[in-house]
């Protein structure tokens, strides 16, 4: 009933994009970590924007530049000339829901001042850990035709973003209708939209997903996948652990949004290209003739009996 409400409402915003909002209502389901990837004005930040004021969380946005620090994302000490002491002032990571725009633009050294929050839901600084909020999310986003002065995420980084999400166009009549609500005032500046849930509610829905069941039968088909998804001959590197167990969360969550408590393998194959197309790296020979990932995780899929 809750993650029913904030669909409707932000696919209410966001219009089209009926695919993307349920991947990225998994991830924050599963607790996860999303990438969106999308040309620009295909309405990334709006899409963040809306679900951080419809659950009523706090909302930070980073929006990251080649020339930014790591203090500028975790914060830093300044010195109290009345207090002759130093205080921490914190950066714009210490929130709910965190958007970081166009991650690529920024060095590496700046993106890795997010591994240890995303990871680990802390904040070393000076050698004092410094806890998030429990609804910690990292929305990243990124262009994927833009490459002039971007650096390319290293894999440990992608790991840690449960899912990859590609927005593209909405259909025709669904711009029609973004249009007609453009001319009748919808979408200004400042988002006129009014939480449906709570930070609270995403938190007992996380706690209740662990109620999901999970046959054995459903084990054995993801190791299967997990394991085959690293012998592939087009594949240089394949599935690790880590997808696996991002790969299981993310099929539960999908399940309960779906209102079920199971996992069946449709589960498994909705979030399996979200799960694994940052995580799999193909071949040189593979690149050159043309083969994407998308390719090989459907290949993939195909190649591993479904359980009866």
């Known amino acids: 009933m809750v993650f029913s409400r904030l669909r409707d409402a932000l696919n209410s915003t966001v219009v089209g994009q009926e695919m993307v909002v349920d991947q990225l209502l998994v991830a924050l389901l599963a607790d996860g970590h999303a990438l969106l990837e999308g040309v620009p004005g295909t309405a990334k930040t709006l899409l963040v924007k809306s679900l951080a004021k419809l659950i009523g969380s706090d909302f930070g946005r980073i929006q990251l530049t080649p020339d930014m620090l790591p203090s500028d994302i975790l914060g830093t000490s300044i010195y109290d000339i009345s207090t002759k002491t130093f205080a921490l002032k914190k950066g714009p990571i210490f929130t709910s829901m965190l958007l970081a725009d166009e991650i ?55 790991d840690r973003f449960m899912m990859k999400i590609v927005i593209g166009y909405p259909a025709a009549d669904a711009e029609r209708l973004m249009l007609s609500n453009w001319q009748a005032g919808r979408y200004q500046r400042d988002l006129d939209v009014e939480p449906v849930v709570s930070p609270q509610d995403i938190i007992e829905c996380r706690t209740r997903l662990k109620q999901v069941n999970v046959d054995d039968s459903i084990f054995d088909y993801l190791m299967q996948l997990v394991q085959k998804s690293r012998s592939l001959s087009d594949v240089h590197l394949g599935a690790s652990p880590r997808a696996s167990l991002y790969w299981l969360s993310a099929a539960k969550a999908h399940a309960a949004l779906e209102g079920r408590d199971f996992v069946t393998p449709d589960n498994i194959k909705f979030v399996a290209q979200p799960v694994l197309r940052h995580r799999i790296i193909l071949t040189p020979e593979a690149e050159l003739e043309g083969t994407t990932t998308t390719q090989v995780i459907t290949k993939l899929l195909g190649l591993v009996p479904v359980p009866r």
Do not use: C, H, W
Not at 108 to 121: F, H, I, V, W
Not at 126 to 147: R, W
């Open 104 to 158: 690529n633009r920024t060095a590496p050294k700046t993106q890795s001042a997010l591994l240890e929050a995303m990871e680990e839901r802390q904040v070393t600084l000076d050698g004092k850990t410094e806890p998030l909020p429990p609804l910690f999310m990292v929305v990243a986003t990124q262009n994927p035709i833009e490459f002039e002065g971007t650096y390319p995420l290293p894999e440990a980084q992608l």
